[in-house]
């Protein structure tokens, strides 16, 4: 299975700050049809996952431009530009290469 | 708007068995790939199965830990999907969720609590 390592995050952050969330993947996620199939969830307080980011480095629709994902085959990085209030909750990371589909741990983010 | 809404959760003893739903709107279903995650009590999230569409023979998925005590099913007539979780373990101790998967759109639900417990 491909392991999915997940950074922490120096909390509390202050509003206003950008913070880079870091993943790291036990396997290249590139495909050969050029897509490296790396996701991105939030996962807010109380509720269900949401889709930030998928093919490493497209938004999902309706996901403000102050996420942004970046990455190799291997090392990823998810960066928030100016936290706001309501992006506290805990963001994992996913690869949907190949089954069995993998998360990271999870970074928590927490807003001063 | 796309809505996913599980059902059926609750406490069971294991070795026991138990059937969530999902029922779904929103989207065109009978061509849609359904997967059922499930976030452990320390938040760890796993999937669980996939399930494809009938132009794909309904193909199924699982994780390995669920093989053989899990079966995912699907009621297109209904735009819905089901699992039926077997011989439950202490370790399936879990929120379960269904979601749909286009991979580049995805809606979950809220989650149906599963608690395996003497």
């Known amino acids: 299975d491909i392991v999915m390592t997940q950074g922490a995050l120096p909390n509390p952050v202050p509003s206003g700050e950008s913070v880079s969330i870091t993943c790291r993947s036990s396997?290249?996620?590139?495909?050969?049809?050029?897509?490296?199939?790396l996701n991105w969830y939030l996962q807010r307080p109380g509720q269900s996952p949401q889709l930030l980011i998928y093919?490493?480095?497209t938004r999902a629709s309706g996901v403000s431009d102050r996420f942004s994902g970046s990455g190799s085959g291997t090392d990823f990085t998810l960066k928030i530009s100016g936290v706001e209030a309501e992006d506290v909750g805990v963001y994992y990371c996913q690869q949907g290469l190949e089954f069995p589909l993998t998360f990271g741990s999870g970074t928590k983010l927490e807003i001063k | 708007e796309v809505q996913v809404l599980e059902s059926g959760g609750g406490l069971v003893q294991p070795g026991n068995s138990l059937k969530l739903s999902c029922a779904t709107s929103?989207?065109?279903?009978?061509?849609?790939?359904m997967y059922w995650y499930r976030q452990f009590p320390e938040k760890r999230l796993e999937w669980v199965a996939r399930i494809k569409a009938k132009s794909n023979n309904y193909a199924t998925d699982y994780t390995e830990s669920v093989k053989g005590r899990f079966t995912i099913s699907r009621d297109d007539s209904k735009s819905s999907i089901y699992l039926q979780m077997n011989n439950l373990k202490e370790e399936d101790t879990a929120i379960y969720y269904c979601?749909?998967?286009?991979?580049?759109?995805?809606?979950w639900g809220q989650g149906a609590s599963v608690t395996v417990s003497s």
């Open positions: 093919w490493m480095s």
């Open positions: 929103g989207f065109t279903f009978s061509t849609a790939w």
């Open positions: 396997k290249s996620l590139l495909y050969s049809d050029g897509k490296t199939y």
């Open positions: 979601a749909w998967s286009s991979g580049v759109m995805d809606a």
